[in-house]
T-cell receptor
Framework: GAVVSQHPSRVICKSGTSVKIECRSL??????MFWYRQFPKKSLMLMAT?????????EQGVEKDKFLINHASLTLSTLTVTSAHPEDSSFYIC??????????????FGEGSRLTVL | QKEVEQNSGPLSVPEGAIASLNCTYS??????FFWYRQYSGKSPELIMF????GDKEDGRFTAQLNKASQYVSLLIRDSQPSDSATYLC??????????FGSGTKLNVKP
């Protein structure tokens, strides 16, 4: 399967600071990447769809000015949590859709980034 | 967000038994369906996908899809303790977005 790498895996920051999380597709070009958020023992919540070369599409209820997404190349998307607060503490997971050419595209996940805001 | 429903469990089965995991979805436009396994603190990993009605088998895993009933299931034969994890059902809509259920926690007891 395809490889998606996410960095950092863990980050602790002070309230009010900004944190950037990187997501890279290592062995394929991903025109579309997705950012999810997961609370403990809860489902993955789709935050936004990141499209290479254009603005991200945010899901309802997700603040686009709070969660800045940039998809500058076919292999890199970044999520910046701006002015982080303790309620932003969560597990953030990026993913990329990989089209085998037959059947549906598959979604491969990065390792996830656990954000703790103090 | 589109609804994907799963029983949270935990589902406990003895080693060697068949584990049956179920999922329903609300969007009739959903195109394809996926089962992911997630260990605690880790990101999900793909087990298998299905997009046609009926059964699809891959080793010890069988996915079943019934689009008329908006229902998809995963059977795990000869369950092993290493299968203990949370299993996430995901659906892919017409816009290639993936939506996830809350997951079913499976415990396989030795």
């Amino acid at each position: 399967g395809a490889v998606v790498s996410q960095h950092p895996s863990r980050v602790i920051c002070k309230s009010g600071t900004s944190v950037k999380i990187e997501c890279r597709s290592l062995d394929f070009q991903a025109t579309t990447m997705f950012w999810y958020r997961q609370f403990p023992k809860k489902s993955l919540m789709l935050m936004a769809t990141s499209n290479e070369g254009s603005k991200a599409t945010y899901e309802q209820g997700v603040e686009k000015d709070k969660f800045l997404i940039n998809h500058a190349s076919l292999t890199l998307s970044t999520l910046t949590v701006t002015s982080a607060h303790p309620e932003d503490s969560s597990f953030y997971i990026c993913s990329a859709s990989w089209d085998r050419g037959e059947g549906p595209g598959e979604l491969f996940f990065g390792e996830g980034s656990r954000l703790t805001v103090l | 967000q589109k609804e994907v429903e799963q029983n949270s469990g935990p589902l406990s089965v003895p080693e060697g038994a068949i584990a049956s995991l179920n999922c329903t979805y609300s969007d009739r436009g959903s195109q394809s369906f996926f089962w992911y396994r997630q260990y605690s603190g880790k990101s999900p990993e793909l087990i298998m996908f299905i997009y046609s009605n009926g059964d699809k088998e891959d080793g010890r895993f069988t996915a079943q899809l019934n689009k008329a009933s908006q229902y998809v299931s995963l059977l795990i034969r000869d369950s092993q303790p290493s299968d203990s994890a949370t299993y996430l059902c995901a659906v892919n809509d017409n816009f290639n977005k993936f939506y996830f259920g809350s997951g079913t926690k499976l415990n396989v007891k030795p």
